[in-house]
């Protein structure tokens, strides 16, 4: 079982930043794909970034240039730093694992950008 918990959304102005951290339990974090999910409101789950167990990347198009994702596996955490944010941004972030073909889901983070 991998438990996930979010940290670090909150309110913040367009063009500033915030960083999302999600800390995962148990010992099989460095073997485990991870990712940051958004939802708007009134809109579907869509994928932001992904982090793989060896380290590659990929964004959604409206992350690149801004969001970067990036792994602890010696503290079992992954970051989220997003900047200059838009309003567009807001929404439920969440914190999501891939195991032997199962998802994780942390209890997600609010993330409101004010124009």
């Known amino acids: 079982q991998v438990h996930l918990v979010e940290s670090g959304g909150g309110l913040a102005q367009a063009g500033g930043s915030l960083r999302l951290s999600c800390a995962a339990s148990?010992?099989?974090?460095?073997?485990?794909?991870m990712g940051w999910f958004r939802q708007a409101p009134g809109k579907q789950r869509e994928l932001v970034a992904r982090?793989?167990?060896?380290?590659?990347?990929n964004y959604a198009d409206s992350a690149k240039g801004r969001f970067t994702i990036s792994r602890d596996n010696a503290k079992n955490t992954v970051d989220l730093q997003m900047n200059s944010l838009k309003s567009e941004d807001t929404g439920v972030y969440y914190c999501n694992s891939v195991w032997l073909g199962q998802d994780y889901w942390g209890q997600g983070t609010q993330v409101t950008v004010s124009s």
């Open positions: 982090i793989t167990s060896a380290g590659s990347t």
């Open positions: 148990g010992s099989i974090f460095s073997f485990m794909h």
